[in-house]
């Protein structure tokens, strides 16, 4: 997809590898939470398949971190340079929040940034704790492995429902879209 603009008024926040890991990690949670059993082939080729999307990401908010330190300019939003959990960062996304004003141009808040961290951990811990009842005999069974596994699972649930909850009160809240540009790239000014 190109990112020229659809319109002057559109802003380009959201690239496709950044939609593209999004949406392929919600598959891969939906897919091994609630559809297949635990266990079986199709739970792992999900669970293997959000790890690599997991690791795309950072891969390529990495990349995006050093483009950009090699330019000058803005920096890109699907950037960890972008990132910013200082106590500014937070009391400036509350005023955004209480003047009903997000600025448009902006990409993750930090309660975001925190919540993507969040997930991108419980999907490794996922990942690892799966492998390893999986393909270790030694650890295979292992009751305190699989209670692992299973609270991660449900902590990453947890995080889902928040985010979820989370992106339609700041979409309110704030006045800015954040749905729209997860499915196009693009947010209206």
């Known amino acids: 997809m ?3 603009k659809d319109t002057p008024s559109d802003i380009y926040v959201w690239d496709w590898v950044v939609r593209i ?10 897919t091994n939470y609630f559809i297949v059993e635990p ?3 199709y739970h792992e080729i999900a669970g293997y398949a959000g790890v690599s999307f997991i690791l795309l990401r950072l891969v390529w908010g990495t990349l995006q971190q050093q ?11 699907a950037s960890f340079a972008s990132v910013s959990l200082n106590k500014k960062a937070f009391i400036e996304h509350f005023h955004h929040l209480q003047q009903k004003k997000i600025p448009t141009r902006h990409g993750h808040n930090p309660f975001g940034w925190l919540m993507i961290f969040a997930v991108f ?10 492998f390893m ?3 270790i005999d030694a650890m295979f069974g292992n009751s305190t492995l699989e209670w692992i596994h299973s609270i991660m699972a449900d902590v990453l649930y947890a995080c889902v429902l928040v985010h979820i909850a989370a992106v339609f009160l700041v979409q309110y809240l704030g006045n800015v879209q954040l749905i729209r540009p997860m499915l196009t790239g693009w947010r209206k000014r």
């Open 2 to 4: 190109s990112t020229t």
């Open 21 to 30: 890991c999004h949406w392929g990690i919600v598959t891969a949670f939906i």
């Open 39 to 41: 266990g079986r082939l």
């Open 67 to 77: 483009k950009a330190q090699n330019k000058s300019g803005e920096i890109p939003y």
């Open 121 to 130: 951990t419980l999907f490794l811990g996922l990942g690892i704790t799966g």
């Open 133 to 135: 009842m999986e393909e």
